[in-house]
């Protein structure tokens, strides 16, 4: 093996009366990816914290390269090339995407901002994550928590770091970003980069790691390789005992239909959701990054405006209903975003767990302080959050623990039906079992779930029921049976000949004429999209946008000048298709500044999507053909305005 690249040894780390860390040690090679695995708790984040500079450690000692090595701060260890993704997202909201893939680490030109370069680094760090599509000037606070996880893997790879500490990548990813980012991995790894991945799905360590060490209660409990130790000796090393089962099923009953939505569409999405939830009823959302999940979980709490279809409760139309007559209701919503939305950090535990419901805690109109840390604890001890106890602050809380207190709030309001998004995130695989075992208990009771995930394997594992959601329409809900991992994702991605775009073998076999067809037949959608835009000056900018990748009119493509030329064809449509994602942003971005009618905006932006889903497909598969990277897209090129544009990027 290889001299480590990074070594720590016997680490210490006390925050007052608690020990966090005691004795950890752990080396890394070059080159080599190691998974540091352990609970919620456990220590793994302050170790990277550490490392990272944001905490120093109390005792041990670090070598970097074989020198010794104290960060000072976080700025200090990325110099020297330690860079780390938080699983607690560290972004500044107010900062452009582009701004904060470069943060702290702008280029410059004799003493100045470099823009033209800060823009071509932070696109190209987004394009090795294949989510060059994501705008870069829009403000990171109006993107997704998942494209804002894209954002800060983006962050960590732009410096080409030494080491890359990776603390919970995926929570927020859908499979298939996370099929692209071990791509990225593997290409770290071929060039040497050393890379720390911290995860609670063990499945994803053993396909990417090739050594481990757990972590438990602040120590290293054991250490070695990963091809050579089974899932069940992880376990039990992580929790100190056998985990007999990770998908617990309770047996349960399904009752009458408690909750029906009827074609619901939200101001962009959902474009139409439709299902019928019963009583004792775990139903899984399935779908990519931006699909709708979790915009249609949101309208059907009322925190989006709905503007068509009908949400009906046993029986009775509330579609209208604001989110307070909604938990009045008996409907409870678990945010995917905790950190903003499902949790008061500078509030105690107690508080968060009875902020919705204070009738059991209450006294003559106020709250008893007594009754209220009584009830707290029963939440504690049976959901077994690591606290100090209910007074304590929830910031102070790992996120797993912050997460099972998010959970414990919908349980003490005794909700009848749970909207869960993305529940799971964060927490570790013994307390996920936990979660699991309880929502089937739940549904044992007769209570309803809505279950989000992006993890498949839990999907499949614990619901009744799974929805497909594709570019905001829910698909057929289905007996779990019915389903496998790849026809979710099949479904998810809108799989469909119509659909597949060109690739390389089209420009073999197509005649000229057909192949100007199907490029026509692009550019005719594309159009479709311009003449919708309603006659504002921001209509009319993306519309410029549009033009410089579409036409409306016919191109003219006559057969000799393809046949002679096809890679310059492919080229120019290359840049048109660099083009249309750039106008996709422009479309998500003023969607959610509200500067357009929103009946206006949704077609446009659906449209815009499909397009560049395709013309993604398109690019996928000509690298995987081609020898040099032709990016060969079906979309529309040399359009009247560009061919006689001296200044079109066509003409360059």
């Known amino acids: 093996m290889s001299p480590p690249r990074l070594k720590m040894s016997a680490v210490q780390k006390a925050f007052g009366a608690t020990r966090a860390l005691r004795n950890v040690s752990i080396d890394i090679a070059p080159g080599e990816v190691h998974a540091l695995i352990g609970e919620n708790g456990a220590g793994k984040s302050t170790l990277m914290k550490i490392l990272s500079g944001a905490h120093r450690a109390d005792a041990g000692s670090i070598t970097l390269d074989g020198e010794p090595f104290e960060p000072e701060n976080p700025h200090h260890a990325r110099r020297n ?71 800060e893997i983006a962050r960590a790879l732009v410096n080409q770091p030494k080491v890359l500490i990776m603390d919970e990548p995926t929570s927020s990813l859908t499979q298939v970003d996370t099929e692209n980012l071990f791509r990225v991995i593997a290409r770290l790894r071929e060039r040497g980069v050393s890379v720390i991945y911290i995860s609670h799905f063990i499945e994803e360590c053993q396909r990417v790691c090739q050594r481990y060490t757990v972590l438990r209660d602040g120590e290293s409990v054991g250490t070695g390789n990963m091809d050579s130790v089974k899932v069940s000796e992880l376990i039990r090393l992580m929790v100190g005992r056998d985990l007999s089962e990770i998908y617990p099923r309770t047996p349960h009953q399904l009752g009458k239909v408690v909750l029906e939505l009827n074609a619901l569409a939200g101001d962009v999405k959902p474009r139409n959701a439709s299902f019928k939830l019963r009583a004792g009823e775990i139903l899984g959302i399935a779908g990519l990054i931006g699909a709708g999940r979790t915009e249609t979980l949101r309208a059907l709490f009322g925190l989006d405006r709905v503007s068509g279809g009908a949400v009906i409760v046993s029986g009775r139309e509330v579609t209208r209903s604001s989110p307070a007559q909604r938990l009045a209701s008996g409907i409870g919503l678990l945010s995917e975003n905790r950190k903003e939305e499902g949790l008061m950090l500078n509030r105690s535990v107690a508080d968060n767990l009875t902020a919705t419901r204070f009738a059991p805690v209450a006294r003559c109109g106020f709250i008893n302080s007594r009754r209220q840390r009584e009830a707290a604890k029963r939440w504690i001890e049976k959901l077994e959050v690591r606290t100090r106890g209910p007074e304590q602050p929830i910031g102070q809380l790992s996120g797993g623990n912050q997460q099972k207190i998010a959970v414990g709030r919908l349980l003490h309001h005794d909700a009848r039906v749970f909207l869960l998004d993305e529940p799971t995130r964060g927490i570790d695989v013994g307390s996920k079992a936990q979660i699991y075992r309880l929502m089937g208990e739940l549904a044992a009771q007769g209570r309803s779930i809505i279950f989000v995930s992006s993890y498949l394997p839990e999907l499949l594992g614990v619901c009744d029921t799974i929805a497909v959601m594709c570019r905001g329409v829910l698909g057929e809900v289905k007996a779990v049976e019915e389903w496998t991992e790849q026809t979710i994702i099949a479904e998810a991605v809108g799989s469909g000949i119509e659909d597949r775009g060109l690739c390389i073998e089209d420009f073999q076999t197509m005649t000229p004429s057909e192949l100007s067809e199907r490029l026509w037949e692009f550019s005719a959608r594309i159009a479709k999209v311009i003449d919708a835009l309603p006659d504002t000056r921001m209509g009319r900018h993306i519309a410029g946008q549009l033009c410089r990748s579409g036409t409306s009119s016919a191109p003219n493509y006559d057969e000799a000048t393809v046949a002679e030329s096809r890679a310059d064809f492919a080229h120019k449509i290359n840049i048109a298709w660099k083009e249309m994602r750039e106008t996709r942003g422009w479309l998500r971005y003023v969607s959610r500044l509200g500067m357009l009618p929103d009946k206006r905006m949704t077609p446009l932006i659906d449209e815009s999507e499909q397009l560049c889903r395709i013309l993604s497909s398109s690019v996928a598969t000509a690298k995987g053909k081609a020898r040099r990277p032709i990016a060969v897209a079906s979309a529309i090129t040399n359009s009247k305005s560009s061919i006689n544009n001296p200044q079109s990027p066509l003409h360059q």
Request: no cysteine.
């Open 81 to 151: 090339g330690i860079a780390m993704i938080y699983q607690e997202l560290m972004l500044a909201p107010d900062l452009s995407v582009e701004e904060n893939i470069l943060l702290g680490a702008e280029p410059a030109r004799l003493g100045w901002l470099d823009r033209t370069k800060r823009r071509e680094l932070a696109r190209r760090a987004l394009a090795e994550l294949q989510h060059d599509s994501i705008p870069l000037d829009v403000p990171v606070n109006t993107l997704t928590i998942a494209e804002q996880q894209i954002v």
